[in-house]
């Protein structure tokens, strides 16, 4: 069992920066990635960013490059997703996610989940 948990989310003007943190405990893998995904009102979850923890390779989607950095803390078991020159289509649910192996940028490959942490961009 893993257990994840997101915080950093809050309300931000458009062209502000957010920065999340998802804190890994319990029994996670020898070689895992972790993802970032988030959900609209309305919309499907959707791939942001993942990382491999040991290689420290990272995928991001199109919509998010060059404005969001994945990075880690092995030390902490946490995984941060910076966000910078936020818009108002970035609102959404923000959830991360653990997988054995590589990363992935399908929902269902991910074997657990945190609860989600709120993202809000005003413009």
């Known amino acids: 069992q893993v257990q994840l948990v997101e915080s950093g989310g809050g309300l931000v003007q458009a062209g502000g920066s957010l920065r999340l943190s998802c804190a890994a405990s319990g029994q996670t893998y020898n070689n895992y990635a972790m993802g970032w995904f988030r959900q609209a009102p309305g919309a499907e979850r959707e791939f942001v960013a993942t990382i491999t923890w040991n290689a420290g390779r990272t995928f991001y989607a199109d919509s998010v490059k060059g404005r969001f950095t994945i990075s880690k803390d092995n030390a902490k078991n946490t995984v941060y997703l910076q966000m910078n020159s936020l818009k108002p289509e970035d609102t959404a649910v923000y959830y991360c996610?653990?997988?054995?192996?590589?990363?992935?940028?399908?929902?269902?490959?991910?074997?657990?989940w945190g609860q989600g942490t709120q993202v809000t961009v005003s413009s």
């Open positions: 996610a653990v997988k054995r192996s590589i990363g992935s940028v399908t929902t269902r490959a991910y074997d657990y």
